[in-house]
């Protein structure tokens, strides 16, 4: 059996709210999609994140939206890649960039991503 990576024992602990949920599943789009810079290792904590917070509430996206993001990481084409895009930069619409950039660097903070790169942005 193995242990359970420290970022998802967090997960399952850390006090986080509904926009914190909104911005891991954002993240996970923008892997999904190609567009995202962090580095590998952070992109696999980022889906570690996502797939224990996916089932608690936020305030932007629905089981439709999971299941999308399912179907995705099964498998990916240039269709769905435009359709998990362009859900993406709906949720980007309605978080804020400063909220962003908050929730990452409280992962940073919580040592659940490294220090900020300069490219990751």
């Given at each position: 059996m193995?242990?359970?990576h420290p970022a998802v024992a967090w997960a399952r602990t850390a006090p986080l709210t509904p926009s914190d949920v909104?911005?891991?599943t954002t993240v996970m789009l923008k892997?999904?999609?190609g567009k995202c810079k962090m580095n590998p290792r952070e992109k696999d904590i980022i889906a570690l994140l996502y797939d224990v917070l996916?089932?608690?509430p936020g305030r932007i996206f629905?089981?439709?939206d999971h299941a999308l993001i399912a179907r995705a990481r099964s498998g990916i084409?240039?269709?769905m890649v435009e359709r998990i895009y362009e859900q993406r930069?709906?949720?980007e619409t309605m978080i804020s960039r400063p909220v962003m950039k908050a929730y990452k660097a409280m992962l940073r903070s919580s040592g659940i991503l490294d220090e900020?790169?300069?490219e990751d942005e």
């Open positions: 193995s242990a359970e909104d911005c891991t892997i999904l999609d996916k089932a608690r629905d089981d439709a084409d240039e269709a930069l709906l949720a900020k790169q300069e």
